[in-house]
């Protein structure tokens, strides 16, 4: 086989060049834009095969670190436990179901993270790891309050669909509220009514900006480090 007059770059070179995180941010990214507006019969269908992406890019995400392996095996019973619930149509499993997901999320997060500080340098990977740490944590915290609303109606005032939950339409109603605490917006059309809801928000907001602080910071030091090389 002929390689190009002038390339020595091997075949595997430019997938090399694709920032780790990417498609991970980019699944993140259409979650986020698809799941509020989303409230059409076979929804769910749709909003999880988005949220297969997400996890298979995960994978893709930390395939580095050296907790792939556990990672893998998490995202595989996540894979299962999500499908068998949708499959089955057995909402009992609910909490399991949500709870594995907030798990999987955490973890994600924490590696993304764990990478983030090993970084010694500021590059296009560097920031997509960031944003997607960030958007990461927004997710996790949907997944808590649909769980919460769920099991617990009336926990958050101001949902239109409180009178018969719906996990779809839950989850794209709190990813709103979610986006909303972590970047301190307060609209407040959506409010915190449980004991459990109400600190669970305000952790979230002190989180996404102590998040916001640190990171910038450690890029900032970074760039300036660099650069002074």
């Not at 994978?59 to 619930?85: D, N, Q």
């Not at 009178?163 to 959506?190: A, H, K, W």
Request: charged share 15%.
């Amino acid at each position: 086989m002929h390689t190009a007059v002038g390339s020595n770059e091997p075949m595997g070179a430019p997938l090399q060049k694709v920032p780790q995180s990417a498609a991970l941010l980019v699944g993140l990214l259409v979650l986020i834009v698809v799941s509020p507006s989303v409230q059409v019969k076979g929804a769910e269908v749709v909003i999880e095969l988005i949220f297969d992406l997400i996890l298979l890019a995960g994978v893709y995400a930390v395939r580095a670190s050296r907790h792939r392996w556990t990672f893998g095996a998490l995202t595989a019973i996540t894979l299962a436990i999500r499908w068998g619930e949708i499959l089955w149509g057995d909402r009992q499993y609910d909490p399991l179901y949500l709870g594995l997901t907030v798990a999987w999320l955490a973890y994600a997060t924490w590696i993304v993270v764990g990478q983030l500080f090993q970084r010694r340098d500021v590059s296009i990977d560097t920031i997509f790891g960031a944003i997607t740490a960030y958007l990461l944590i927004a997710v996790a915290f949907m997944e808590l309050y649909s769980l919460i609303e769920l099991q617990r109606p009336g926990s958050f005032a101001g949902l239109a669909d409180a009178t018969e939950p719906n996990r779809q339409q839950m989850g794209g109603t709190m990813l709103y509220f979610s986006l909303v605490c972590l970047t301190t917006m307060g609209f407040g059309d959506i409010v915190p009514a449980s004991n459990l809801a109400r600190p669970l928000a305000a952790l979230e907001g002190v989180i996404g900006q102590l998040y916001l602080a640190i990171m910038i910071a450690r890029l900032v030091g970074l760039h300036i480090s660099r650069r002074n090389d």
